[in-house]
């Protein structure tokens, strides 16, 4: 079993900056593929990165250039660091664990909490 605990959203202004993070429970953390995903209200959960094992990374069109997600097994913990953030990044923001296909339609085997991301001026 795998627990998930986000942190690091809040209110930002455009153009600004926040990390993300995402810790996990268990010492089986290192296997899992990462996954970043975010979601507004009424709206389906979209993917915006994921994260290997290995550190190998891949992101949505949206967010490439400007979003960066690394992990630390050592401690647990993956991190999104989000740049040059726009308005339309206002969702709440979920980190998971599985495997890659598992992530990429939405079958992780575990999920975070999310937390909030306002992008506001």
């Known amino acids: 079993q795998v627990q998930l605990v986000e942190s690091g959203g809040g209110l930002v202004q455009p153009g600004g900056a926040l990390r993300l993070s995402c810790a996990a429970s268990g010492s089986i953390f290192s296997i899992y593929v990462m996954g970043w995903y975010r979601q507004a209200p009424g709206k389906q959960r979209e993917l915006v990165a994921t994260i290997t094992p290995g550190g190998t990374t891949n992101y949505a069109e949206a967010v490439k250039g400007r979003f960066t997600s690394s992990r630390d097994n050592t401690k647990n913990t993956v991190y999104l660091q989000m740049n040059s953030l726009k308005l339309e990044a206002t969702d709440v923001y979920y980190c998971?664990?599985?495997?890659?296909?598992?992530?990429?339609?939405?079958?992780?085997?575990?999920w975070g909490q999310g937390t909030q991301v306002t992008v506001s001026s």
């Open positions: 998971a664990a599985g495997s890659f296909g598992e992530l990429r339609y939405l079958s992780a085997l575990y």
